[in-house]
């Protein structure tokens, strides 16, 4: 074959036919890349190596038969008490639709099971293999309904603890929990008149440093304001974000002096040094379920004092228990312990003892029927007062511990 002309290539080339090079040209041919093999119709289970596949059956079959899922799961409860032993067969396992998501087999569960804390394993005869708890099921429970305490926490008695009532009349009991050291006490306008309850809230609105706090869809959830102690300079965390203290004004104690003070029965040297703020602007703003249990304050590990006043709208609070437990794996709370109760302008709020280890609380949204002249803006503030015990190690009083 001629080589091709160079000026064909470019149109150039005048000699046409009589040209001794080639004027056939055909584009360079590329290789083909090598081909995959490509699996076809592979499920989710071939795809994982061994190891890890006998990891996750064991971990689905370790839930299957644990506290938190037997609590709740009626079938295997009803499997464990009608079969001689508590034993279950591998072969019920393998027909739970989560195992046949997994393509699992009996012998691959035999093999997962061995030597798994909690469970026995029996593997024989073959064909009868199975396996079973070490020790009882947990009771089964309605779900939302509360177990009862395995241990109760040190009484008044054993352990004294003055609580608000204790220090000024007036107190309406909301949970008396004795056997988990868990108060909560609320008092009805706080001794101040409608006209004082007006003036603080402007003030409030007007002359606290608010900051904006946004969920992670950006939707506005409230404002916050964060105060403490001459001296401290420990900030405030909402997930993310981090509030910057600030010093108590003078505007902010005299308000303190009505409710610690005067509604509260503490005196000064007593008082919370720290006060966290909020403002909801409309219905719709809220603070869901949550407990105290920021490390500044302790509150899941010793007793705690907390102390919450409200002005603007009344809106409705709720408590329950925690449920530590829940299936989702998220906290949660039992329901059927859920009480509400509406706090109004002047309202205070005190949860005491160790009611954050044992309980929830949150804002709900929405309004409520109002038994007070209604807020033309439609806001509610309240300041919530804690007593830091634990301060950050950058803050000038984390050597006073």
Not at 43 to 60: H, P
Not at 171 to 189: G, M, N, Q, T
Not at 195 to 204: A, G, P, W
Request: proline share 8%.
């Amino acid at each position: 074959f001629a080589p091709p002309c160079r000026f064909h290539l470019s149109g150039e080339c005048l000699k046409g036919e009589s040209c001794m090079f080639s004027h056939f040209l055909s584009a360079p041919t590329r290789p083909l890349p090598p081909t995959r093999p490509v699996p076809c119709g592979a499920s989710q289970a071939a795809a994982l190596q061994v190891a890890e596949r006998l990891t996750a059956l064991r971990d689905q079959v370790a839930f299957y038969l644990s506290d938190q899922n037997l609590r709740h799961d009626a079938f295997f409860q009803d499997l464990i008490q009608k079969s001689q032993g508590g034993w279950i067969p591998i072969s019920t396992l393998l027909g739970c639709p989560r195992m046949q998501i997994l393509g699992a087999t009996a012998e691959e569960l035999v093999a997962s099971l061995r030597r798994t804390p909690q469970l026995q394993l029996r593997e024989w005869p073959a064909g009868e293999e199975a396996v079973r708890r070490t020790r009882p099921p947990p009771p089964l429970q309605e779900r939302g309904c509360a177990p009862p305490l395995e241990k109760p926490e040190p009484s008044l008695t054993e352990q004294p603890l003055v609580l608000l009532r204790d220090l000024s009349d007036g107190w309406e009991a909301v949970i008396e929990d004795e056997p988990r050291r868990s108060f909560c006490f609320v008092k009805r306008l706080g001794g101040r008149s409608l006209e004082q309850l007006d003036k603080e809230m402007q003030t409030l609105r007007s002359s606290a440093h608010w900051e904006v706090l946004r969920s992670k869809q950006g939707v506005v959830t409230r404002s916050t304001a964060w105060y403490v102690a001459d001296g401290c300079r420990c900030r405030y965390s909402y997930g993310d974000v981090n509030v910057e203290a600030r010093i108590r004004p003078d505007w902010l104690k005299e308000i303190e002096a009505t409710v610690l003070g005067g509604a509260c029965g503490l005196p000064e040297d007593q008082w919370p040094n720290s006060v966290n703020m909020n403002l909801y602007e409309t219905e719709f703003q809220n603070v869901g379920w949550h407990s105290d249990d920021e490390g500044l304050f302790r509150g899941c590990e010793m007793d705690c004092r907390i102390i919450s006043a409200s002005w603007g709208v009344p809106r409705n609070f709720e408590l329950a228990l925690k449920d530590r437990h829940h299936i989702s794996g998220r906290p949660s709370v039992f329901q059927d312990s859920v009480k509400s109760l509406v706090l109004s302008p002047g309202d205070i709020c005190s949860m005491e003892g160790l009611f954050q280890r044992h309980y929830s609380h949150q804002l709900a949204k929405g309004a409520v029927a109002r038994d007070a002249p209604p807020d033309p803006g439609g806001m509610r503030v309240n300041l919530t007062w804690r007593y830091i015990v634990r301060h950050k190690p950058y803050c000038p009083m984390f050597a006073s511990h």
